[in-house]
């Protein structure tokens, strides 16, 4: 029987760091899109129009900007996230499921290097 992993190796310490800067360096890209996006929705006069379109324009415009806010909201948390698991690694933490203690599944980590819980956990709360 195969012993189980006290934590990750150094050498698999700093391939998920690289994945986790990769996903960091995206998500922050990702984020200046919504923010400039959400700048130029501030930026869109229609004085120019009908006052019909015009209405129609601005209750448009007021959902646009409440869809950017709140996906610049969820943008935020995720870089949180990526930091925060960066510190795991860094402090040799990162990859234990906080719900069992055991390591959680290097492929899930793979997929989402911010994931705090192991598969297995995340089936016990549903």
Do not use: F, H
């Given at each position: 029987m195969e012993e189980e992993k006290s934590r990750y190796s150094d050498q698999e310490l700093a391939e998920f760091k690289e994945?986790?800067?990769?996903k960091m360096d995206k998500?922050?890209?990702d984020l200046e899109l919504?923010?400039?996006a959400y700048m130029n929705d501030l930026n869109n006069g229609t004085d120019d129009t009908s006052p019909t379109f015009k209405a129609f324009e601005e209750g448009s415009e007021a959902m646009s900007k409440e869809a950017n806010s709140q996906l610049a909201i969820?943008?935020?948390k995720f870089i949180r996230d990526l930091k925060n698991a960066l510190f795991r690694?860094?402090?040799k933490t990162y990859g234990f499921c906080k719900i069992t203690?055991?390591?959680i599944d290097k492929e899930r980590l793979k997929i989402v290097p911010h994931a705090t819980m192991?598969?297995?956990a995340k089936n016990m709360q549903m």
């Open positions: 994945i986790i800067l990769a998500a922050k890209a919504i923010k400039s969820r943008q935020e690694v860094e402090n203690g055991k390591l192991s598969i297995e």
